[in-house]
């Protein structure tokens, strides 16, 4: 039997529970020397801490009175150290020179500090770990990423996070959209990389409940997070939709919902950059449910839809410098990168976080500077309120690539981080509500409709007809059913829109009273039909 050992260590204050613990160094059963925590409070009932020891293969005196002494003598000392273990990740302090990652603490400060309590399961997905170095990640994964614009943008996302706080910036996310296997986990993966996720089966899924994100949330606190593929989250496309829009503002609010007074003392808060990716836009999603998505949610979820404006891979950097791109190419890419971010990750986040809080660079000032700038070049002053809301989010992320090229942990040129993220903020932005464009879509798919309605002298059965043509000279008139009007839509946005300029342009019969469209019109076999009656321009 191996002789027994126990010391006291440390003293561990919690912040997350305020609470102390005791540290205590013990030798098990096996011979192996381990570390565990008891609460200050326990530690003078002694059967109970006994009890606890012996539970986890303490090697203990047997006599009774000795093995009382040999444990109240170890916890009973004054502790060596006094620990602070912080409540959660990301900045420490209001000056932002001291950063708590899942593993260390950055920055200016003592040998004090320690990560947040839950971050030690090294085995739970989303849990960030060291692989490789700041310079092999560089020449790996930072060099392969300047073949896609979104890979480029991904990275840079992950060194955004830190500057969330600095700029007062508030959480957001992205989901990037296209079909099946064009390299959307991939994406993730690249910037999950940065913060010490190696693998695509170490990340987050959205196989996960609202309370289990909110509990890891905290650990990616002023970091981006990467969760895989909402094609893993269950339901209907209207339960799923419903999800990601609750999903949406809640990451986006920063702090987790208050279930019950007694539970803590605090709710955890967050400040995060959200990568994501699913098969369908979620603008289609909505759309498929017959609903709009609003404009607080789109600038809190950004929709990215890869494969925009004809594209057929996510490779266009490398496209553009005249690389030839076909299936067996893409394959070596992402084999390429998959082991790259295996072997490289975390590392270049600590260093980056290192250069952020030594003091060299007034970096507020340098990243409101590059994004401002971005913004500049990227909007036009015709352009919606929520572009330039997205143009700002984005330039958040480019002002977090042009600092790490600044401190030399990309490969990258100025010029060509710009191209990238504004390629990025181009795709984006084909999603983006813009009333005007879609209220003539709308026009051009009425008149499109109503082109190919038959005379009502021409049909023989009313029943299967969507509508008829009145025969008049002029303004073409139009008898539609209501359903078959409001089919034609993609949201209830664009059919209200279309309904209010009838009304508004007196092109449609309105009741006298209520100033509405009507609703009942007799057709010309004598029925009654739910209908809209209604004219359009003759240029139209």
């Known amino acids: 039997m191996p002789t027994p050992f126990i010391k006291n260590i440390a003293t561990v204050h919690d912040d997350a529970e305020n609470a102390s613990y005791v540290r205590l160094r013990i030798r098990t059963v096996k011979g192996t020397k381990e570390t565990i925590e008891v609460p200050r409070e326990d530690i003078s009932e002694f059967k109970s801490l006994k009890r606890q020891l ?12 000795q093995c009382r002494d040999f444990i109240m003598r170890a916890v009973e000392r004054d502790s060596p150290r006094l620990i602070r273990r912080v409540a959660q990740c990301g900045w420490l302090d209001s000056t932002c020179t001291t950063f708590a990652t899942q593993s260390n603490i950055i920055g200016h400060t003592s040998d004090d500090l320690e990560p947040p309590k839950q971050a030690m399961r090294a085995d739970a997905h989303g849990a960030t770990k060291i692989g490789g170095s700041a310079a092999s990640w560089k020449d790996s994964v930072g060099a392969q990423a300047m073949s896609s614009s979104s890979w480029v943008f991904s990275i840079s996302a992950a060194f955004a996070g830190p500057l969330l706080r600095m700029l007062t910036e508030d959480s957001f996310s992205v989901c990037f ?4 296997r064009t390299g959307k986990s991939v994406i993730t993966l690249v910037g999950s990389s940065v913060v010490g996720v190696g693998s695509v089966g170490e990340m987050m899924t959205w196989n996960v409940s609202e309370a289990g994100l909110e509990q890891r ?5 002023d970091c981006t997070m990467g969760i895989d593929d909402f094609e893993t989250m269950k339901g209907s496309d209207t339960a799923k939709y419903e999800r990601i829009r609750g999903m949406t503002y809640g990451i986006a609010g920063g702090t987790e919902k208050i279930r019950h007074t007694s539970a803590k ?3 955890n808060q967050w400040r995060v950059i959200l990568i994501t990716s699913m098969e369908k836009t979620i603008t289609e999603l909505s759309r498929s449910t017959h609903k709009a998505r609003q404009t607080g949610e789109t600038i809190r979820m950004i929709d990215v839809p890869l494969l925009s404006q004809g594209k057929t891979h996510i490779f266009d950097l490398a496209q553009a410098s005249g690389e030839y791109i076909d299936a067996s190419w893409q394959e070596k890419q992402f084999e390429g990168m998959v082991r790259a971010c295996a072997a490289n990750h975390g590392a270049v986040f600590n ?6 809080c030594d003091g060299s660079v007034d970096v507020p000032k340098l990243a409101r500077r590059h994004r401002d700038r971005f913004v500049r070049r990227v909007t036009r002053r015709k352009d919606e309120r929520i572009t330039r809301d997205v143009a700002r989010k984005f330039g958040l992320i480019y002002a977090a690539g042009r600092l790490a090229i600044k401190f030399k942990l990309v490969p990258w040129k100025r010029e060509e981080l710009f191209a990238a993220i504004g390629n990025v903020f181009g795709d984006a932005k084909t999603l983006l509500p813009d009333p005007e464009r879609d209220q003539v879509t709308a026009q051009a798919t009425l ?11 021409d049909i023989d059965d009313y029943d299967v007809e969507p509508g008829y043509r009145v025969p008049r000279l002029g303004q073409k008139k139009f008898v539609v059913r209501v359903d078959a009007f409001n ?10 829109g279309i ?3 009838l009304v508004r342009s007196k092109l449609i019969d309105t009741s006298s009273s209520s100033g509405e469209p009507k609703y009942q019109f007799e057709w010309p076999d004598g029925k009654r039909r739910r209908s809209y009656t209604f004219s359009l321009p003759a240029e139209v």
């Open 447 to 457: 008149a499109a409709f109503v082109d190919k309605l038959k005379r009502s002298g």
């Open 351 to 356: 260093a980056y976080v290192d250069k952020l």
């Open 54 to 65: 012996l539970k986890i293969g303490a090697v203990l005196p047997s006599q009774g009175q």
């Open 217 to 221: 949330l905290p650990l990616f606190n």
């Open 499 to 501: 309904l209010d300029r």
């Open 265 to 267: 003392l605090s709710c």
């Open 487 to 496: 089919s034609l839509f993609k949201t209830e946005a664009d059919r209200r």
């Open 177 to 180: 959209s296209a079909p099946s």
